[in-house]
């Protein structure tokens, strides 16, 4: 199985500032077709996990555009221009590539 | 509107077996493959079991292989995962996700304790 790992596990923002997320891979998740099967994802307190990111920068319908992802092969990044109150949870990084899908270990984000 | 909506969950004993349900609508669900994702209680998401479109092909995780079983019937726009044999770390919250995560349910409480 791929194992995903995720740093830092948790993060204390202040409201305004920027953060970042770094996710690996210990396989390249650049597939045959050119895509890059990397998905990030917020579960907010009590909710189910919500897609922000699909194959490593495409934002999902409706995330706002402080999330932006970047990355290749092994390593990925979510960044967050500016943080806002509502964005605390726990970040996840997902590989698509092979099954069984994998999950980094999550990263918890809070506000100061 | 995507909606996925489980059910089935519950308390059951070691041993025992449930079933759970993921209504699907808003989409053409016979055109998707459908998975199941788990979360134990405040831990991480662990991936369960997988089935193609048209149920033809299924994957399970090792840790649930020869215990659950993934159905899905086209007809009703309705996924099954039949679970056996049922152990105290099957405890989890119990997702139906559309493809590789675009969507979640809200997830169905599965407890395995005497």
């Known amino acids: 199985d791929i194992v995903m790992t995720q740093t830092p596990l948790s993060l204390s923002v202040t409201p305004g500032q920027p953060a970042s997320i770094s996710c690996k891979s210990s396989q390249s998740l650049l597939h045959s077709d050119g895509k890059t099967y990397l998905y990030w994802y917020l579960q907010k307190p009590g909710q189910s996990p919500q897609l922000l990111i699909y194959e490593v920068s495409s934002r999902f319908s409706g995330v706002p555009d402080r999330f932006s992802g970047s990355g290749s092969g092994t390593d990925f990044t979510l960044k967050i221009s500016r943080v806002e109150a509502e964005d605390v949870g726990v970040y996840y990084c997902?590989?698509?590539?092979?099954?069984?899908?994998?999950f980094g270990p999550g990263t918890k984000v809070d506000i100061k | 509107e995507v909606q996925l909506v489980e059910s089935g969950g519950g308390l059951v004993q070691p041993g025992g077996s449930l079933r759970l349900s993921c209504s699907a609508s808003?989409?053409?669900?016979?055109?998707?493959?459908m998975h199941w994702v788990r979360q134990a209680p405040g831990k991480g998401l662990e991936y369960v079991s997988a089935i193609s479109s048209n149920g033809g092909s299924t994957y399970y995780a090792d840790s649930v292989k020869g215990r659950f079983t993934i159905s899905r019937d086209n007809s009703k726009n309705t996924l099954y995962l039949q679970m056996s044999s049922l152990r105290a770390e099957d405890t989890a919250v119990y997702y139906c996700?559309?493809?590789?995560?675009?969507?979640w349910g809200q997830g169905t409480l599965v407890t395995v304790s005497s």
């Open positions: 808003g989409f053409t669900f016979s055109s998707y493959a």
């Open positions: 996700v559309l493809k590789s995560g675009y969507y």
């Open positions: 997902m590989q698509g590539i092979h099954l069984p899908f994998t």
